[in-house]
């Protein structure tokens, strides 16, 4: 099956920074979203970016589909940001979740 | 409106009880999912519905139950659960499963305790 991989594990930001999270795929997908899980669960699509770029307020992201990564950019973090970052690819029919990058960001 | 909709929010359950989790969705989706999420874990797919017809079980044990009664509705029965079934049970739509372009949209979760 595949792999889906993100880094950092973890990340703790004081507010006002920037920080890059990244995702890496060991197979072609068919699309790609990243999510943010909240400390209350729910998960809220942030991006279906199955290559190029794409910007939403403070935060963008990037796939190159043939290098097999995407970036999630967070600019001018703010302590709402907190939470755990997933990105997922569709594979096989199947939505597969990379293990998450847990961020805090302290005021 | 992409919202998806799931009660209760918070369940507790004896092992020998029933219980139903209940998924609603009003986007005109045709795929909806229920997947379950340890702590500190990334969610894992366990069932999916294809235009009301079940596509995909992942091996789930069959004290889980899944149920599309209409294109909108999802729910989960629950008989004789164990402790290690204690969740977040996450539901999502989407507008066709399998399509390169689709996007899947979450509820909120119910979280779940067996004694």
């Known amino acids: 099956g595949i792999q889906v991989e993100q880094s950092p594990p973890d990340l703790i930001l004081q507010e006002g920074a920037n920080s890059t999270l990244r995702c890496n795929f060991s197979?072609?997908?068919?699309?790609l979203q990243w999510f943010h899980q909240n400390p209350w669960g729910q998960l809220i699509n942030l991006f279906y970016?199955?290559?190029g770029t794409k910007q939403n307020g403070r935060l963008s992201a990037t796939t190159v589909a043939t290098e097999r990564y995407s970036l999630l950019y967070i600019s001018s973090s703010q302590t709402t940001d907190s939470g755990v970052y997933f990105c997922a690819v569709e594979y096989g029919n199947k939505l597969v979740f990379g293990a998450g990058t847990i961020l805090r960001v302290k005021s | 409106d992409t919202e998806v909709t799931q009660t209760p929010k918070h369940l507790v359950m004896g092992m020998t009880n029933k219980k139903s989790l209940k998924c609603e969705q009003h986007?005109?989706?045709?795929?909806m999912y229920w997947y379950k999420q340890k702590a500190k874990k990334p969610p894992e797919l366990m069932f999916v519905?294809?235009?009301?017809?079940?596509?995909i079980n992942e091996s789930v044990p069959s004290r889980f139950s899944p149920e599309c009664p209409n294109s909108s509705l999802l729910n989960l029965h629950l008989h004789a659960l164990q402790p290690e079934d204690s969740a977040l049970y996450l539901c999502?739509?989407?507008?066709?499963?399998?399509?390169?372009?689709?996007?899947?949209?979450f509820g909120p979760g119910t979280r779940l305790t067996v004694l």
């Open positions: 970016i199955p290559s």
């Open positions: 197979d072609s997908v068919n699309n």
């Open positions: 986007m005109g989706h045709r795929a």
């Open positions: 999502a739509s989407s507008q066709a499963h399998g399509s390169s372009t689709d996007t899947q949209y």
């Open positions: 519905y294809s235009y009301e017809k079940l596509s």
